[in-house]
């Protein structure tokens, strides 16, 4: 199964091709992934402002008009960002469906792997948190809250699982309640570490976590 060290924004082309004299011009499509991979190494530093346009453009040697050519708008910019998140994530959450037979495990490698993903792509975790979309379109942030409305309804659904094979009175609601405790872990872990100035692991102690919000699974 892929693994979340994986999971990180295709750089490769940002290091071949600025639109500058004597270097070579990006392929078709090529100069949208660059401007992704810079937005994302702008929000790695730790407490950044608010990030420009302008700020954008000088960073890739290239005009702000020709950021446009590629991007209707910032907050065009900020949803490709989400989209990886949403396909890279829910890809490996799919996988570990496919391959996990024992549904608490599930749950615990899927908190695993998503704050693993945090930790290795730290400007998305602020895009996560809603740390980076504080001051952009307010259906950035409802397209985030949707992604953890889905980690969660995930959880909900194997606990729920769990909970019926374990004979429980009313795996329901046992389930809804648990998933929602553990949704909130996970957005808090990854807060702590954008608010730390990413010096916080959101992996710190994850066993002895898990083993309290997760008590019997086998990892």
């Known amino acids: 199964m892929p ?3 994986d999971a990180t924004l295709d750089a490769a082309s940002a290091t071949e091709a600025v639109e500058a004299t004597g270097r070579k011009r ?7 992934v660059q401007i992704l991979q810079a937005l994302a190494t702008m929000l790695e530093q730790p407490g950044a402002e608010r990030i420009t346009t302008a700020a954008l453009a ?3 040697e290239v005009s702000e008009a020709a950021l446009y050519r590629h991007f209707a708008s910032k907050a065009q910019m900020f949803e490709g960002l989400i ?7 829910f890809g490996l959450i799919n996988q570990l469906d496919e391959r996990e037979p024992d549904a608490q495990a599930r749950c615990r490698k ?3 792997l998503l704050l693993q993903f945090g930790e290795k792509n730290p400007g998305m975790t602020r895009v996560m948190v809603g740390d980076a979309l504080v001051f952009e379109n307010e259906r950035l ?3 985030m809250n949707l992604f953890f409305d889905k980690i969660e309804a995930t959880l909900r659904h194997n606990l729920r699982e769990a909970a019926t094979l374990g004979g429980a009175a009313t795996p329901t609601v046992d389930a809804q309640a648990d998933a929602s405790v553990i949704t909130a ?3 808090g872990r990854l807060q702590r570490f954008a608010r730390s100035g990413f010096k916080r692991s959101p992996n710190e102690s994850l066993e002895h976590s898990l083993a309290l919000l997760l008590p019997g699974g086998r990892g």
């Not at 990006?26 to 949208?32: A, D, N, T, V, Y």
């Not at 989209?83 to 994530?89: D, G, L, M, N, S």
Request: net charge positive; aromatic share 6%; charged share 30%.
């Open 110 to 112: 899927l908190v695993a």
């Open 141 to 143: 942030q409802q397209r």
């Open 83 to 89: 989209e990886f998140i949403e396909q890279t994530v």
């Open 58 to 60: 000088a960073r890739l």
């Open 3 to 5: 693994s979340p060290d």
């Open 185 to 187: 872990f996970c957005v």
């Open 26 to 32: 990006p392929k078709p499509g090529e100069r949208r």
